[in-house]
């Protein structure tokens, strides 16, 4: 008579590794194009989804983006979400907030 622990054993290991290993596929970054057609540089960039408050670090770092410029970033929250705010920032001082939808846009343009 075989012992049924044994049998489900490898099978419960096998059903929990394979998800597992689809769990980080669910997670994803975003990438996403800022053309600067504006006559000032992009100085900062930040980033929240919709539902969070507040704002994510700057997502440009020491990067800029010049007047006539475009440049790729990526919002690095490895969550499924489509929906975010942004803030540009200036060289100016002044901001500029908007709302997009990254998933079916790839890129936003400033003007």
Do not use: H
């Amino acid at each position: 008579m075989s012992n049924p622990v044994s049998k489900t054993l490898p099978r419960l290991a096998a059903v929990l590794c394979a998800g597992l290993a689809a769990a980080p596929a669910l997670a994803q970054d975003a990438t996403w194009e800022v053309v600067n057609d504006s006559p000032l540089t992009l100085m900062e960039l930040y980033a929240s989804p919709v539902s969070a408050p507040g704002w994510s670090d700057d997502i440009l770092g020491s990067r800029a983006i010049g007047p006539g410029e475009s440049g790729a970033i990526t919002v690095a929250d490895g969550q499924r979400l489509c929906a975010y705010d942004f803030q540009f920032v200036m060289e100016d001082g002044s901001t500029i907030e908007r709302r997009a939808d990254i998933c079916a846009e790839g890129r936003f343009v400033l003007e």
